[in-house]
């Protein structure tokens, strides 16, 4: 097992990641001096795999853990499940010590995340993420939230997990489209922030695919570790944690005009990404030849850098854009890289730009 | 006008008590370096009379002012209100450094701040309040949030304003049944943490009720500082900031059974503090007549001090007390006064004794 601080005074937590660490759940909890009653909040998926294996390991460390189930998918993120899954913390009578357990991925994590931040103005939670995607981003850093109807994660909070439990096991069972999906912010880290793992990547992609245990563990535990240093740099996004968005504005935008649902959100990054990567090219000195290799990587995991769009879909997705949180004085700010690992916020991109990028992968 | 500094650090602000400030609004915002974009959200009662002035000052300011108005009452305390108002906010593409006016009393003061606490994961926000209550109370201290059918508040957040304007002209044109609903909390005040006030209280009710201008300036900034010391000390009520809930356990448990509306918050917590000083009276060796000059202040402001409460609604209001947010433990706690002006929190009470005293309420 290896172990991840995230130092935030504190707030500081740690993230574990390792195998069968889902059965040790309930001993992690009880370190942790958490209050008895708690919420295991899951969704249709992966409830049933992994719920009763929870429920009981918490049970058995003294806990009163109380199942709640909400809908798989993005769509899940709305105000509506989120009121209720409140209505079911106040009829099991959940007071401010209790916690929740998002136990799932990014979207169980969003939304039993953003729960724990609102109900009784805030209560402990503990992130169990059960994919790739969960495991090397939404669980850590703390942002939580629910979509609106005019874009992703437009109503959230900053509210920090008090542990994060990464357990490989579950990647095993992980369908194909959702491994490849949190590749999408695998390569991410590499790209902007440690050349190191890109080339890694692009050496071991057949190992990752194959899901190589030895192989995902370095891979998870490294990127918790990129991501948990931007975090403490950065906590609530004032600068530097918005490197992390680097291929989200577009990605963000692609989800909200195709509905959410429709792609996946590694993959709505990934075409995301290989957009930012060409505005880099234009505007920030990238050399083509690395976009081409940000490119292929995406390609060699199996992630979709292209994109159908008709043409007058296109106004929809500027507008998806602009009322996207990464919008200052009505300008989009892009993060473009230098060079892969070494990333640029806060960037102003013309709308000419954008759309002579988006030309260029839509087909 | 007198100036309350609410020092906590990076989330300082001050409270300005004064005649005049509603068209001082803009100015204030733009000392505040505040963004451009901005919401006003107000009510329906509030809304005609001082939304133009307030948009007008803001735009002289060089803002750019949104009006987003909800129903007067506690209702509008909800999650589909919140969400309503979100999609305008998204419409009028606010952006992180945009910021929301509070309109209106504690119950618009609650909800815009919640809006604004979760809005893109949290913007700023500017309180000004127009009614005793939340001048003196709700403005102050960063507790926003909205009501589920299980309870009051909570669902909510810690959400600092950047100013608090308390414009004391706005407390002449309030319905009488307002004003004594505010004394409810100013009452309390001198109950837990301030003989003197309270004293100034029993000596100048008449003024105060006559809304003698002094007097009202006195007391009003009075209570802020009282408040702002509990907040500074405390801000996120992990201790001392309890005692301001004197009187909210019952009250609160009360609003729910009645269904929210039918009492005034500043009635259901004058009733509420009635039977603390009661509880105070058996467990914290509060004098019996001090008890009785509670009592007799809360009616000489006018205020209920008895209920009507059928039998078979009893229990409705002890599992309404029991998902409020100041239990722990499954055991319900109390605020109690050892004299007036010193009070206990986190007292546990028994059943028995909240029976008693609930018995000597009702008629």
């Not at 992980?174 to 080339?199: N, Q, S, T």
């Not at 535990?221 to 906590?235: F, G, N, P, Q, Y």
């Not at 509905?259 to 990934?270: D, F, K, M, V």
Request: proline fraction near 4%.
């Amino acid at each position: 097992m290896r172990s991840v601080p995230v130092p935030l005074g504190e707030r500081s937590y740690t993230i574990h990641v390792g195998n069968g660490l889902l059965a040790k759940l309930g001993d992690h909890c009880r370190r942790l001096k958490l209050g008895e009653r708690c919420a295991v909040i899951t969704d249709t998926n992966v409830g049933p795999k992994y719920a009763d294996l929870v429920v009981r390991t918490l049970k058995m460390a003294g806990f009163v853990p109380n199942l709640i189930t909400v809908p798989a998918g993005e769509t899940a993120k709305s105000l509506k499940v989120a009121g209720e899954c409140y209505d079911q913390l106040a009829i099991k009578r959940l007071e401010r010590k209790s916690f929740v357990v998002a136990l799932g991925g990014g979207v169980v994590g969003d939304i039993a995340g953003y729960v724990a931040a609102t109900y009784l103005r805030g209560i402990p939670f503990v992130q169990v993420p059960t994919t790739l995607l969960a495991q090397v981003d939404s669980s850590v850093g703390g942002k939580v939230g629910v979509n609106l109807k005019a874009g992703k994660n437009l109503v959230g909070a900053f509210h920090q997990p008090r542990a994060v439990l990464c357990d490989l096991d579950t990647l095993a069972s992980l369908p194909e489209r959702e491994l490849r999906a949190g590749l999408g912010e695998v390569i991410k880290y590499g790209i902007i922030k440690d050349a190191e793992l890109f080339k890694r990547l692009e050496k071991e992609m057949d190992k990752v695919l194959g899901r190589d245990a030895a192989t995902l563990m370095n891979v998870v535990a490294r990127c918790c570790t990129l991501k948990a240093d931007v975090v403490v740099a950065d906590e609530t996004e004032s600068g530097e944690r918005a490197i992390l968005n680097f291929g989200h504005t577009i990605g963000h935008g692609l989800e909200a005009v195709s509905g959410y649902g429709e792609y996946l959100h590694g993959e709505a990054i990934s075409i995301g990404q290989v957009a930012a990567a060409r505005l880099s090219v234009r505007l920030a000195g990238l050399p083509e030849k690395d976009s081409e290799r940000i490119r292929e990587l995406f390609v060699r995991a199996g992630l979709p850098t292209t994109l159908k769009l008709p043409p007058k879909k296109r106004t929809a997705l500027f507008d998806a854009m602009r009322v996207d949180k990464k919008v200052s004085g009505g300008e989009l700010k892009f993060v473009l890289v230098k060079s892969i690992g070494e990333a640029l916020w806060g960037q102003r991109v013309s709308d000419a730009d954008i759309n002579a990028v988006l030309n260029s992968i839509v087909v």
